[in-house]
């Protein structure tokens, strides 16, 4: 199983400068891949914008959003910004795409928080169009340079729905930052769907979760207060997810592992730097 981790970019009031020597350091320690959190109504950067610093600033890692938000955006923007942090990067981009479940996400007029499973599909045919060097009703050229390519693209999400789209549509699946228990079930929901599709291979499977080495407790507040919108359930729930300090953090690897995870995404909890050698230290 590969290891990523996450940047700091949904931290509250991160420090956006942060950002580009996080991806710089997360390279030099050999992890796998750069993940970035999609939310719009948070005082973090933008997942667009912090992926496209972390492409500017490596070479070799992969980036990945775990996840974008696609409904909130209008789809031909998403490829377009898609596509460029592919092109920029030398073709790292995973797309990694949910329907956002919080409704001051949707800030665009006209994409609203109902009907985004179907909006989803829609736009996965625009995005693919886009990438195609299709013109769009409208436009007078296509939105990407000659030769840019299909961008590799993971589904999230906990429904029988959301199976079935990677099974229709995705290269795999992103599952969401729960207890590994939790999570089982929808990676083998999307193993089924998969084989009903008669699709070859096997989805690839992501995890994530959060970790704090330095300072847990300040980590759980932080992703308490990330959640608060959830619900105090939920924002409970997710925030006893932190996984502190060297066991624990192993144990959660070891966890991912067992249920088969190809790719397992460590989402920090703060914008301290040395945080990236602390859990290299532990994971790598």
């Not at 950002?19 to 950067?45: D, K, N």
């Not at 909130?72 to 479940?101: Q, Y």
């Not at 996965?124 to 886009?130: G, L, S, T």
Request: one cysteine or more; glycine letters at 16%; hydrophobic letters at 45%.
């Amino acid at each position: 199983m590969k290891i990523g981790i996450g940047l700091p970019n949904q931290i509250r009031d991160v420090r956006p400068g942060v950002l580009p020597e996080w991806a710089r350091r997360a390279e030099e320690a050999g992890f796998s891949t750069l993940g970035s959190v999609g939310r719009i109504a948070y005082p973090g950067v933008m997942d667009t914008v912090a992926l496209a610093a972390a492409a500017g600033a490596t070479s070799r890692i992969g980036l990945l959003s775990t996840v974008l938000l696609g409904p909130v955006w209008p789809a031909l923007l998403v490829a377009k910004e898609a596509a460029g942090i592919d092109g920029v990067s030398g073709g790292r981009l995973t797309l990694g795409v949910g329907l956002g479940g919080r409704p001051d996400d949707f800030v665009v007029e006209g994409l609203g928080a109902r009907g985004t499973g179907r909006r989803l599909d829609e736009d996965i045919e625009a995005y693919r169009k886009v990438w195609r060097g299709e013109v769009p009703d409208g436009c007078d050229n296509p939105l990407v340079p000659a030769g840019t390519r299909e961008v590799p693209l993971l589904f999230g999400g906990g429904v029988p729905a959301s199976f079935e789209r990677v099974a229709r549509s995705g290269r795999g699946y992103i599952g969401a930052s729960l207890p590994p228990a939790m999570v089982g079930p929808a990676f083998e929901g999307v193993r089924e769907a998969w084989l009903r599709a008669g699709r070859k291979g096997s989805p690839y499977l992501v995890a994530i979760a959060y970790f704090a080495v330095a300072d847990p407790e300040a980590g759980t507040r932080a992703v308490h207060d990330y959640y608060t919108t959830a619900g105090p359930e939920a924002a409970g729930l997710l925030a006893s997810t932190v996984r502190g300090g060297a066991e624990q953090i192993k144990e959660v690897v070891r966890a991912f592992e067992g249920l088969g995870a190809d790719e397992l995404v460590l989402n920090p909890t703060g914008d301290d730097l040395d945080e990236v050698a602390r859990l290299a230290e532990i994971v790598l």
